[in-house]
């Protein structure tokens, strides 16, 4: 059975700085790639970050560049969401995702692209 589970959301102030951890169990962790999305509600998913089978290779969107990273750990099944200088428009609940693929592909950041999902953690930035 496939589990996904994220952790590390909380309440911040902007400007400040959060990681945010995904487990995932239940296949190989190394064989699949790894997304990260937001979700604001009453809205759709926002694909934020994709991270390969080995996490050499990354992308993120464009528009964070500069504030958010990728990586993961093979070793300990776990995908990471570096972000810094937080601003309220990053409030969102954030979602990990298991890609249907190894590598992440020039449709990464859509919904279609990844397997299964995990419920999100809840990351506030108050002003």
């Known amino acids: 059975q496939v589990q996904v589970l994220e952790s590390g959301g909380g309440l911040v102030e902007a400007g400040d700085s959060l990681t945010l951890s995904c487990t995932a169990s239940?296949?190989?962790?190394?064989?699949?790639?790894m997304g990260w999305f937001r979700q604001v509600l009453g809205k759709g998913r926002e694909g934020i970050a994709c991270?390969?089978?080995?996490?050499?290779?990354?992308a993120v969107a464009g528009f964070l560049q500069g504030r958010f990273a990728v990586s993961r750990d093979n070793g300990k099944n776990t995908l990471y969401l570096q972000m810094k200088n937080l601003e309220p428009g990053d409030t969102a609940k954030y979602i990990c995702?298991?890609?249907?693929?190894?590598?992440?592909?020039?449709?990464?950041?859509?919904?279609?692209?990844?397997?299964?999902w995990g419920q999100g953690t809840q990351v506030t930035v108050s002003s």
């Open positions: 991270a390969n089978w080995s996490g050499r290779t990354r």
């Open positions: 995702a298991i890609g249907s693929r190894d590598y992440c592909s020039p449709s990464w950041s859509t919904e279609d692209e990844y397997k299964y």
């Open positions: 239940g296949f190989p962790f190394d064989s699949r790639s």
